[in-house]
């Protein structure tokens, strides 16, 4: 019995790596294409319409739309969530949260910004 559930679990574990790679993948060959993909039903064509910037230069770090941030404010708000790109005229990005929240942030606001992970890469 135990060998079973053993084997099982190692058929699970294989299955989830090969879902992993082959996302994975599928994220590369939509960046070839020059193609994102947000899955967040909050977001529509006219905020990605606002963004004019999709890939930038942010504290040293080079951020992309798709890619995971995390943002701490100067009130010591922290905000986790999708990037969606930046307004070069407001000084700002602008991004969706995991409850599906669109959120703007100037840039003069932002007291810490990291890249959580970012979009198409394995780890």
Do not use: Q
């Amino acid at each position: 019995m135990l060998d079973f559930i053993l084997t099982i679990l190692i058929l699970l574990f294989i299955t989830s790596i090969f879902g992993y790679i082959f996302t994975i993948l599928k994220e590369k060959i939509y960046l070839k294409n020059n193609v994102i993909i947000i899955d967040k039903k909050a977001v529509t064509e006219e905020h990605l319409r606002e963004t004019d910037m999709k890939e930038f230069i942010l504290d040293g770090l080079r951020a992309k739309a798709g890619d995971e941030i995390k943002v701490i404010t100067k009130e010591k708000k922290k905000y986790n969530g999708i990037l969606l790109g930046a307004k070069k005229y407001d000084m700002s990005i602008l991004m969706i949260t995991h409850k599906d929240e669109i959120k703007m942030f100037k840039i003069d606001s932002i007291l810490k910004f990291k890249i959580v992970s970012k979009y198409g890469k394995f780890f």
